[in-house]
């Protein structure tokens, strides 16, 4: 069983920065791609962004696209999510997923779920 280890959440105002960081316990095929999500309340959860391990193809939400930023760190076996120019409806719980494959979009082609971690942003 693969567990997801997410850090970083936190209380911050607009404009602000934050940098979340997932970290599989272990990588396998299975893991091969890292997506975050968010989900806020009495909304779906959506999709923010998507890496590969090996390549390091990413996939950027509109909604994010300019402020937010996905990397990953091999030696270090993690994923961060850098969020840039926060704003209020950034508030929300962020989860990191893991699946085979390419990235995608879709919650519900990833296998793996992190505890998710809570950003809220003040306005």
């Known amino acids: 069983q693969v567990q997801l280890v997410e850090s970083g959440g936190g209380l911050v105002q607009a404009g602000d920065s934050l940098r979340l960081s997932c970290a599989p316990s272990?990588?396998?095929?299975?893991?091969?791609?890292v997506g975050w999500f968010r989900q806020a309340p009495g909304q779906e959860r959506e999709f923010v962004a998507g890496?590969?391990?090996?390549?390091?193809?990413?996939n950027i939400a509109d909604s994010v696209k300019g402020r937010f930023t996905i990397s990953r760190d091999n030696a270090k076996n993690t994923v961060y999510l850098q969020m840039n120019s926060l704003k209020h409806e950034d508030t929300a719980v962020y989860y990191c997923?893991?699946?085979?494959?390419?990235?995608?979009?879709?919650?519900?082609?990833?296998?793996?779920w992190g505890q998710g971690t809570q950003v809220t942003v003040s306005s």
């Open positions: 997923a893991a699946r085979p494959g390419i990235v995608s979009t879709r919650q519900y082609d990833y296998e793996y």
């Open positions: 272990r990588r396998t095929f299975s893991t091969s791609t």
């Open positions: 890496i590969k391990w090996s390549g390091g193809g990413t």
